[in-house]
């Protein structure tokens, strides 16, 4: 290896949200993570639900109105296929 262009491998310490820490090695002294394996659902077994129906309907509200807009409009300008010369 080539001396000088390598970053430093030092311990880290990993901390995440649920308030677990553990140290490892990397480049940085200190990562921030929202999930580990002691709070993961994988890990713990406890199921997580997330709100998908909340979200379809914010989507539907938003779009509600919109409709098939795009199979509405009609392109113009637009030559028909069978006047196509060669």
């Known amino acids: 290896m080539k001396d000088g262009i390598h ?11 649920c308030g677990n820490s553990f140290s490892t090695r990397s480049t940085v ?3 921030k993570v929202d999930i580990c394996n002691i709070c993961h ?27 098939y807009a795009s ?8 030559a028909p296929a069978d006047s196509v010369s060669s």
Do not use: M, Q
């Not at 659902?41 to 409709?67: C, H, M, N, Q, Y």
């Open 41 to 67: 659902p994988f890990f713990t077994g406890k199921l997580k639900f997330v709100d998908t129906a909340g979200r379809i309907e914010k989507f539907k509200s938003k779009f509600a109105s919109a409709g």
């Open 7 to 17: 970053p430093n491998y030092i311990n880290t310490l990993v901390r995440c949200g």
């Open 71 to 78: 199979l509405k409009k009609s392109k113009k300008g637009a």
């Open 29 to 31: 002294p200190e990562i």
